[in-house]
């Protein structure tokens, strides 16, 4: 069972950046796919990005050359790096482990990114 713990949301202006963080536990982390998700008030939770493995990413659309997902097998963390933040962008954001390009396991507590100027 991994426990993940998000931190690094806050209040950002349009165009601002973020650097989220998951740290995460268990033993056999470098061999785990990794994601973050978001959920804005109202709507479902979706994926923004994820991480296999291997190193290899991929993004929502919505997100594609803004934001960055990265990963440090030694220490056990996964990262977002935000840019051009746009309001569309406030949500709560999780990140989760990825199995068969589905989230698995339990959830962290989130952090909560809100963009407004």
């Known amino acids: 069972q991994v426990q993940l713990v998000e931190s690094g949301g806050g209040l950002v202006q349009p165009g601002g950046s973020l650097r989220l963080s998951c740290a995460a536990s268990?033993?056999?982390?470098?061999?785990?796919?990794m994601g973050w998700y978001r959920q804005a008030p109202g709507k479902q939770r979706d994926l923004v990005a994820g991480?296999?493995?291997?190193?290899?990413?991929n993004y929502a659309d919505s997100v594609k050359g803004r934001f960055t997902i990265s990963r440090d097998n030694a220490k056990k963390m996964v990262y977002l790096q935000m840019n051009s933040l746009k309001p569309e962008d406030t949500a709560v954001y999780y990140c989760?482990?990825?199995?068969?390009?589905?989230?698995?396991?339990?959830w962290g507590q989130g952090t909560r990114v809100t963009v407004s100027s």
């Open positions: 989760v482990r990825v199995v068969g390009e589905k989230p698995f396991g339990s």
């Open positions: 268990g033993s056999f982390f470098s061999n785990y796919a």
């Open positions: 991480i296999r493995s291997g190193g290899s990413t």
